[in-house]
């Protein structure tokens, strides 16, 4: 968005001892208010723009944030203590000062400002502009939900703010939902989002009124309003605009598969060998295997460069989980994970000698290949998109909340779509078998830390978290050394049912409320 600057001159001509008043009644040059810049489509459209970046900006921080403090990953890197802050996160050990929480919560809040400013002052005189509100109001929802479930009772600011309104206190919750609701219902009923042409239409990045919908039924779902949930899941599946992509499974996720008939919503990165590093990006560093662990890099099995440092590794509570829903050789864990001696049969070992942080297991998933990073960039570009939702979590959630509104054929058929995809045979929808399959086909997707504190199940799952960690030879032997953390400092703790407010929040804000326990 751009920041509006304003430009004073004043010229005072002191000639004469007698001055008159009209002399300083000077037309202000450069000066341009928000109505007025907001009186065209293009600035209300780079306004929105500006809403798409801010999210991209945030994604090292979120991504982070939601999968380093699940059960599925491991901080990793190359021994104990190569990245502090990850292994704060994935411990249970950090504090209100942490910088990923910071940074995730000034993004939520910096979406909700350019939203404000959007619906502010664009006013609907034509399409483009209640598109731009429309889609401003879906951001905003959506970084709500996000700071309802995880931080419980952020301020509500739905406009503005004047410095006297700068000390604001505590959202309450049943306001907070409310308005998220009221934000997704009115972009959904305006009919100005857009929609997807047909069901393999990949030219539409935008928000569209079926991911509003979906965002719709994950706050009624987590909030219990199980009926409303299952009702507005219905709209999307029924929209026949989505479906579960049938090519092999990791292709879901590959740089040559953006916007495939599953994506609800991807962050789009343009491609573009004059202007590589407009997309410099370290989360795919920070992701990709351990490179200098091995004798020779990934770049024969990958076709990647030489850099990867490791973080965010698969444990192997994951890996199990795997093995005894769909075998050793399941058709689905095998394009989600890869043994060392699996990719020691592609032709890549460790150099001996070395080790590095790991449960013997790599993210073949999410893994990075070359034709994403662009060699012009020297390893610093990332072209690929980030996904945000896809069709696969809207049939899981939507067979939640048919399971829990009664409607259990419905919860049935949703389930078993995404197992008859993974080559699984059929069963009855429970709790148990949706949230075992959620975890599966959705592992590193940002959703299993929220499902885990929704359900109740954080506490058991995540209570040693932070006591061992894997350590792997290059000979693929796995020990499990102690972190040092004190007894009873580690783990998953009741106060872990929300994050703090950032430490800076409350030094600015004397009226938040600190989170118990914090």
């Given at each position: 968005?751009?920041k ?10 002191l000639s004469t ?6 002399q ?5 040059k ?21 809403i798409y970046?801010?999210l991209?900006?945030?994604q ?9 403090c ?25 504090s209100?000062?942490h ?7 000034q ?7 350019d939203?404000n ?13 209640k598109?731009?509100?429309a ?6 929802a ?5 700071l ?8 509500l ?35 100005s ?25 994950k ?13 507005a ?5 029924g929209?026949?605009l ?9 292709k879901i996720?590959?740089f ?15 491609s573009?060998e004059?202007?590589v ?7 795919h ?30 444990q192997?509570g ?33 150099d ?9 297991l ?33 049939l899981l959630?939507a067979a ?8 259990q054929?419905?919860a ?8 008859t995809?993974a ?7 429970t ?8 975890r599966l ?5 940002d ?5 885990l ?9 995540l209570?040693?978290?932070?006591e061992?960690y894997?350590n ?11 972190t ?19 430490s ?5 804000n ?9």
């Amino acid at each position: 968005m751009k920041k509006l600057i304003n430009y004073i001159i004043i010229a005072l001509l002191l000639s004469t001892v007698v001055s008159c008043e009209d002399q300083l009644d000077i037309e202000q040059k450069g000066a341009v208010s928000f109505e007025e810049f907001y009186n065209s489509d293009e600035s209300a459209k780079e306004a929105v723009t500006s809403i798409y970046l801010e999210l991209r900006l945030m994604q090292y921080n979120y991504k982070f944030l939601k999968n380093i403090c699940s059960d599925d990953m491991w901080a990793g890197g190359a021994d104990r203590g190569d990245n502090p802050d990850l292994e704060k996160m994935n411990e249970y050990t950090f504090s209100a000062e942490h910088s990923f929480l910071s940074g995730c919560f000034q993004s939520y809040y910096s979406i909700i400002y350019d939203a404000n400013i959007v619906l502010t002052y664009t006013k609907p005189e034509s399409d483009i502009k209640k598109q731009m509100i429309a889609e401003a109001k879906v951001f905003r929802a959506w970084a709500y939900i996000d700071l309802i479930s995880m931080w419980g009772t952020p301020p509500l600011v739905d406009h503005p703010l004047q410095p006297s309104e700068y000390q604001m206190s505590n959202g309450d919750p049943v306001e907070l939902w409310a308005f998220v609701e009221s934000n997704l219902n009115e972009a959904i009923e305006s009919g100005s989002l857009t929609e997807k042409s047909n069901v393999d239409d990949k030219s539409n990045y935008r928000v569209t009124k079926q991911f509003a919908q979906a965002l719709l039924g994950k706050a009624y779902l987590f909030q219990g309003k199980y009926a409303e949930s299952s009702s507005a899941f219905e709209k999307v599946i029924g929209s026949g605009l989505y479906a579960l992509y049938q090519g092999d499974y990791d292709k879901i996720f590959s740089f040559d598969n953006k916007n495939n008939c599953e994506s609800l919503f991807e962050l789009n990165r343009v491609s573009d060998e004059n202007s590589v590093m407009n997309n410099f990006d370290f989360y795919h560093l920070m992701i990709g295997w351990r490179t200098d662990r091995f004798t020779e890099t990934p770049v024969t099995l990958l076709g990647m460069a030489s850099l990867g440092w490791g973080f965010c590794v698969p444990q192997k509570g994951l890996y199990n989980a795997f093995v005894q829903e769909e075998g050793a050789d399941g058709y689905r864990l095998n394009f989600t994970l890869k043994t060392y001696q699996q990719i020691q049969d592609m032709g890549v070992s460790m150099d001996g000698g070395t080790s590095m942080i790991s449960d013997g297991l790599f993210n073949w998933k999410n893994r990075v290949t070359s034709e994403e990073v662009p060699a012009t960039s020297g390893g610093f570009a990332w072209d690929a998109n980030f996904r945000i939702m896809r069709y696969a979590e809207v049939l899981l959630l939507a067979a939640e909340a048919n399971l829990q509104s009664g409607n259990q054929s419905k919860a049935d058929e949703y389930l078993n779509m995404i197992r008859t995809r993974a080559h699984l045979t059929s069963e009855t929808a429970t709790m148990d078998n949706i949230k075992k399959e959620k975890r599966l086909e959705l592992c590193f997707e940002d959703v299993r830390y929220q499902d885990l504190i929704r359900w109740g199940d954080a506490p058991t799952v995540l209570a040693n978290q932070g006591e061992t960690y894997p350590n792997m030879s290059a000979n693929g032997v796995v020990t499990y050394k102690s972190t040092g953390n004190t007894a009873g400092k580690y783990g998953f703790q009741d106060r872990n049912n929300l994050f703090p407010f950032p430490s800076t929040e409350i030094q600015l804000n004397s009226n938040i409320v600190q989170n118990p326990g914090w």
